[in-house]
């Protein structure tokens, strides 16, 4: 009855041992305050780079729009646009749109043997914090046909 006893204080102690050891795996559940404040930190780095890089792509959408709305225009006429009428045209819609990234002195109209190639290219830097910058570069172009066969040929 001795042998009993003690093993069941061997299985005892064993269980015991056992509960202890998984109970400081466990214990801890939550997030260290060194971590959350990493998180945090990292939430706000990318919170900040998304409200300073975004209004410069959606004014390059808004360029994009500027230059298809004038193939457009230029397509549904009978005669096509002269460089001056492109130029005064792209203004016009950048000033309606607001769009401060780029002038019509910046667009470069090229007259090529079947078009008017109109080059939208330009550089936005953004201040991020104190002197790290991050420089945005876009490339828009848009070719206005004189015939406006070509314009549907290549469907």
Known sequence: MGEKM??????????????THRHRFFRQAGMSSIGFLSTVAVGVLLLTCTLKILPAYVQNWNVQ???DSVL??????ATPFTK???RSRINKRLNINQI???????????????????????EVRESLFSNIDVVMK????VSLPFNREDSFSSD
């Open 6 to 19: 003690s093993n069941l204080n061997v299985d005892q102690q064993a269980q015991h041992r056992l509960s």
């Open 65 to 67: 729009s500027v230059l």
């Open 72 to 77: 457009t225009e230029h397509l549904e006429r």
């Open 84 to 86: 001056a009428e492109i």
């Open 100 to 122: 401060t990234a780029l002038t019509s002195r910046q667009v470069i109209i090229e007259k090529t043997a079947n078009a008017y190639r109109v080059e939208a290219n330009y």
């Open 138 to 141: 876009f490339d828009n172009n």
